[in-house]
């Protein structure tokens, strides 16, 4: 049965809508029109969800006895607790979400290096998150989250692209967990954790194979929760040579001793930097088609994303 397709949130401003203060928008084309090749959205502007004009004043983060408040200074109104309010409503529609992009710098949609202004007037700091995605991020921790700009970063969209899809994968083996959904489900992406984060891939093994004391859903929160932690980062070169170097291995016995040189030089000069990751990833799936492993081309590290995206040539 083929999944749906994930549902993702979005900042509106970042798909086109033009909710900005200025009536403007902040349209990403990767996001825009890439990125919805493969989910569907689901826009929100929470400053106009809480009733704020389209244009409107400049609203900040400004830190206030002690606190951090959402403020509109040329007016001095105070928009903190009507966010908090919507955010409170709105968050328990999002379970379906498997993933959101949010919008850089705003002071509700933020993620990170938000500006703050200081109580005192005399500067600012770059350390804030935005209201609402303050709110969203503490309400669903596992959430796949990204800033627009950041997607820019090609290692980062990947990434993102990937937690999004596989994220997708776990929360249906979170709707129905069974001790054969968990097995099957560690079987399909180990060397994905593995190429991420050796010490996670080392845990989850043992876990996933062992007694456990509590429910199965207890198991596969617990799971899914380590998992992620694993993706949170993109995979690095050390991490995609040694998963490399671990096929290398299946094929000891199969390869002409021409095949076992040509693979190991194309991992080398991948390792070193002198090749892009899809030119080593080729050359397994040619040996695999010539000698084929089900355990190896089962895995989601083969194609974790739409080749259509093209996402890993740049790695
Ligand atoms: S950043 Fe968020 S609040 Fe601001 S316009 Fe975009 S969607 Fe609306």
Redesign the pocket.
Known sequence: MTQAKPIIGV???VIGHK??FDSGHKRSAFVDDQLRQLVEFKPL????NVGMTTPRPTIRLREVAGSIRLMDDKNHIDHTDAMNRYSDEVLPTLSELSGYVV?AK?P??GMERVKILQEDCKGAQYKGRGVFTSALMRRYPLLPVEEDGRLNDLPIRENFVLRVLIYHQAKALLQKPSQRALLHFHQKHKLLLLAHNEPIYRQLGPLVATEFEGSDSDKALQYVTQMMAALAKPATRRGHTNVLQHIQGYFKKDLEPSEKQHLQDTILAYHSGQLPLMAPMTVVKHILSKYPKPYISDQSYLEPTPVQLALRCNL
Do not use: H, K, N
């Open positions: 900042s509106a401003c909710v900005r502007c929470p400053e106009v919008c705003s509700t949609c």
